[in-house]
Structures are given as C-alpha cells and as structure tokens.
C-alpha cells in the first residue's frame, strides 16, 4: 500500500522560503512520477510541479520560476523548495505519485486524474 506523507508546511511571511518533504513508502520510488499540487480555500486542486521517474521537471507556469522540485531515490523522498513565496501560495500543499508514468506531447502529467496516491497535504500559509 502506497503511503505519502508531507511535512515542512507552516506560516510564513512573504518573501520566505519554505522546502516541503513528502517521504513515500510501499512503493518502488525510483519508477514513480511525483508531483506537488497545491489548494487554496474555496478553488479547485492545481498542480505546482512535476519530476519524472527520469528526472524530468515540468512546472507550473504561473510560479514565475519561484518553485524548485526535486527526488532523493535514495531516502524515496521528494522535495518542494519554495522561495520568494507571495500570500497568494497560501494552501494545502500535496504530493501525488503516478505508477504509469504517463507522459503527454513529451512532458510528464500534471492531470490530476492521472496520480493514484495522495498525501494528507500540508499547510502553507503565507502572511504578507
């Protein structure tokens, strides 16, 4: 049973950074696309950034290059560093994994419908 589970959120101020973990386990880590999406309250899930099984990273373009994803196979763990981070990335932030793997027009998913297993999320909230 696959398990994902975030820490690292908190309240900051604006302009702070923040580095978000999500340790995975019951899974072959190394094989698996993993994402961060992100939910602020009363709007619908979207996605922040993705890394491929083979290191390929896609990034959602409204983070004006703010957001950094990155995996350590090794301690099956996937990072989220947040800097300059603006009121308006306050949400629950959550780490996903994709078995398939799937790509679209050569770029790992960012569909939600396409990642199987969820964290509980953590919080972020940014105060300005």
């Known amino acids: 049973q696959v398990q994902l589970v975030e820490s690292g959120g908190g309240l900051v101020q604006a302009g702070d950074s923040l580095r978000l973990s999500c340790a995975a386990s019951g899974l072959t880590f190394s094989t698996y696309n993993m994402a961060w999406f992100r939910q602020a309250p009363g709007k619908e899930r979207e996605f922040v950034g993705v890394i491929a099984w083979n290191g390929d990273r896609t990034y959602s373009e409204v983070l004006k290059g703010r957001f950094t994803i990155s995996r350590d196979n090794a301690k099956n763990t996937v990072y989220l560093q947040m800097n300059s981070l603006e009121p308006e990335d306050t949400a629950v932030y959550y780490c996903?994994?994709?078995?398939?793997?799937?790509?679209?027009?050569?770029?790992?998913?960012?569909?939600?419908?396409?990642?199987?297993?969820w964290g509980q999320g953590t919080q972020v909230t940014v105060s300005s």
């Open positions: 996903a994994a994709d078995k398939t793997r799937r790509y679209y027009n050569n770029y790992a998913s960012r569909r939600i419908g396409d990642f199987g297993s």
